[in-house]
């Protein structure tokens, strides 16, 4: 598979690599604010807060508790109709649907009852056996985290 650089993500965590192809044909603002996000260096640090097993991992809190967003504005919904399955990455948000800032999260089976009210915005092409390891908990106990998130096109 032919990865567009521009439109692909490479997290490294403390568990290994993932590889996220995005997907601004979906969501494009979404796509956008984490492809900004990544490049002022956001998610460099921050813990997987929120590990259910069956379900999914999110991350992207500044506090590492659910709580906190980035410095840039809330972004208005982009729901769309790709399934929420095994791989699928999503934005997390609060009751209101225009709530998503920085949190997302990666599904790690069929979520399907989320479909049409949550923003699915790329999926893991490379690494979801990485992303099967990270430690579960609703907190996490001594979470993993992401060690760097970047963009493919700026990677040396």
């Given at each position: 598979m032919s990865l567009d650089p521009e439109n692909t993500l490479v997290m490294e965590?403390?568990?290994?690599?993932?590889?996220?192809?995005?997907?601004?044909?979906?969501?494009?603002?979404?796509?956008e604010r984490?492809?900004?996000l990544a490049r002022e260096g956001f998610y460099d640090g921050i813990v997987f807060h929120r590990v259910i097993d069956g379900f999914m991992a999110q991350v992207g809190c500044p506090h590492g508790t659910?709580?906190?967003g980035s410095k840039h504005p809330d972004l208005?919904?982009?729901?769309?109709?790709?399934?929420?399955?095994?791989?699928?990455?999503?934005?997390?948000?609060?009751q209101n649907p225009n709530s998503a800032n920085s949190q997302f999260f990666i599904v790690f089976e069929d979520a399907r009852f989320l479909d049409k009210q949550y923003t699915a915005w790329g999926n893991v092409v490379e690494g979801m056996e990485v992303?099967?390891?990270?430690?579960?908990?609703?907190?996490?106990?001594?979470?993993?985290?992401?060690?760097?998130?970047?963009?493919?096109?700026d990677v040396a």
């Open positions: 965590t403390t568990k290994g690599k993932v590889v996220i192809k995005l997907r601004p044909d979906l969501a494009p603002n979404h796509v984490l492809k900004l659910g709580t906190g208005a919904q982009e729901f769309n109709a790709e399934p929420h399955v095994r791989g699928v990455c999503s934005m997390a948000r609060s992303v099967d390891t990270i430690k579960r908990g609703e907190p996490v106990r001594d979470p993993d985290s992401i060690v760097s998130m970047k963009v493919m096109a």
